[in-house]
């Protein structure tokens, strides 16, 4: 699976759009992007996954650059709940055999929500 | 239910003793997966199981003994751990399709390990 590069921190203000960056210049064709958060000392959360195009759900919107070499998570109105480490992963999306297909988790983004 | 529950939450053993941690989940998944996560790093993977079988073993040392007794649940044996060995050990279920699968991955609350 291809690496990903993320900043170490980040702040946001409470109420205001949290855009949190992803580089992963050396994605693959076959490969999805997505998108897992951990609260501090709960299981990782699944938030959301692309392959090329943007995609929103109730949780977040994910956009894509056109090359694929970089995207961004938003969270259009950051609430203190939303204080956690984000994990951005690329991740192949076909296998010839039914198989699993694990997660390899980078360093993260801590986003600290501010009050 | 999209639950994976862990247990238990929390447990110290000595360098001696044998334990086990469990873990459940009732949505179907075929494939099952441990992680270990270190203070202040990201999860690292250990084993997956796919249909009840050891598809994936990182070079994890032998103290620690995965086994998939159903598609339900996953357990993890302990014997002769070393303080390193502390950490917090994450269950992950998923579906495990083949062809073209998006299937995210559900995790568990995570069970706190010391050794002491």
């Known amino acids: 699976d291809a690496k990903t590069t993320q900043p170490t921190s980040m702040d946001c203000a409470e109420g205001r759009a949290a855009n949190l960056p992803c580089n992963h210049s050396?994605?693959?064709?076959?490969?999805?992007v997505y998108w897992y958060r951990q609260i501090h000392s709960q299981g990782p959360q699944y938030i959301i996954h692309g392959l090329k195009n943007n995609e929103t759900n109730e949780m977040a919107s994910l956009i894509i650059t056109e090359d694929r070499k970089s995207s961004t998570l938003i969270l259009p109105h950051a609430t203190l709940r939303d204080t956690a480490v984000y994990y951005c992963?690329?991740?192949?999306?076909?296998?010839?055999?039914?198989?699993?297909?694990?997660?390899?988790f980078g360093s993260g983004t801590q986003l600290t929500v501010l009050p | 239910d999209t639950e994976v529950t862990q247990t238990p939450k929390h447990l110290v053993m000595g360098m001696t003793n044998k334990k086990s941690l469990k873990c459940e989940q009732h949505?179907?998944?075929?494939?099952m997966y441990w992680y270990k996560q270190k203070a202040k790093k990201p999860p690292e993977l250990m084993f997956v199981y796919s249909y009840e079988k050891l598809s994936i073993n990182e070079s994890v040392p032998s103290r620690f003994s995965p086994e998939c007794p159903n598609s339900s649940l996953l357990n993890l044996h302990l014997h002769a751990l070393q303080p390193e060995d502390s950490a917090l050990y994450l269950c992950?279920?998923?579906?495990?399709?083949?062809?073209?699968?998006?299937?995210?991955?559900?995790f568990g609350p995570g069970t706190r390990l010391t050794v002491l």
């Open positions: 992950a279920s998923s579906q495990a399709t083949s062809g073209r699968s998006e299937n995210e991955q559900f």
């Open positions: 992963i690329v991740r192949v999306y076909f296998t010839l055999s039914g198989s699993a297909r694990q997660l390899t």
């Open positions: 050396t994605i693959s064709g076959n490969e999805y």
């Open positions: 949505m179907g998944h075929r494939a």
